[in-house]
Every structure is written in C-alpha cells, then in structure tokens.
Nanobody, 126 residues
C-alpha cells in the first residue's frame, strides 16, 4: 500500500523559511508525478507546486512563484518544498500527493492524484 508522509511544518514568523519533506513508500517513486497542495481554514484545497518524474519540470501557483521551490530525490524516495519569504497567508495544512498512472506530465488538479499524505501544519505569524 502506497504511503506518503509529510514532515517539516511548524510555527514561524513572516519572512522566515521552512523546508517540507514528503517521504514515499509502497510505490515506484521515480514513476510518480508529484505535487504539493495546501488548505487553509475555511478555504478549499489549492494547488501549490508540481514536479515531473525526473524533476526536470516544475510548475507553481502564482501565489508562491519566486518564493517556493519544489524538488525531489528519487534515490531517497523523497520530495521537498523549500518555502522562503513566508507570509501569514501561507498558513495552511500542506499535503503532498502522488500520481502513479499516466504520470508523464505536470498535474495541478487534486483529482489527478492517486495518493495523499496526512498533511503537515504550517503557521506563519505576522
């Protein structure tokens, strides 16, 4: 059974940085397109960033472009989200997701993904 486990969340101040990790098991990680999503209280889940199988292609939402960087290490079955210049509006539960079928591109819709982690809380104080 595939499993995704996020870590690295926490409470930080505006302008600080955090790096989230997503450790995958039970799936062929190098064949999975991956993504990060987030959900703030009272809001719908939204796309944050996506990365292709080998990591050569990435895509970001406009709200995080230039501040966040998605990456992956297929040798460690782990994906990362480096978050810099954090803002209070970045406060949310962050989820990683894996698409293991027809996974050759970048995917920004939640329904495209097959597996989800349990989420990690990121809180940015002003």
């Amino acid at each position: 059974q595939a499993q995704l486990v996020e870590s690295g969340g926490g409470l930080v101040q505006a302008g600080d940085s955090l790096r989230l990790s997503c450790a995958a098991s039970g799936l062929t990680f190098s064949r999975a397109a991956m993504g990060w999503f987030r959900q703030a209280p009272g809001k719908e889940r939204e796309f944050v960033a996506a990365i292709t199988l080998g990591g050569g292609g990435t895509h970001y939402s406009d709200s995080v472009k230039g501040r966040f960087t998605i990456s992956r290490d297929n040798g460690k079955n782990t994906m990362y989200l480096q978050m810099n210049s954090l803002k209070p509006e970045d406060t949310a539960v962050y989820y990683c997701a894996a698409k293991t079928t027809y996974s050759g591109y970048l995917y920004t819709a939640g329904f495209d993904y097959d597996y989800w982690g349990q989420g990690t809380q990121v809180t940015v104080s002003s």
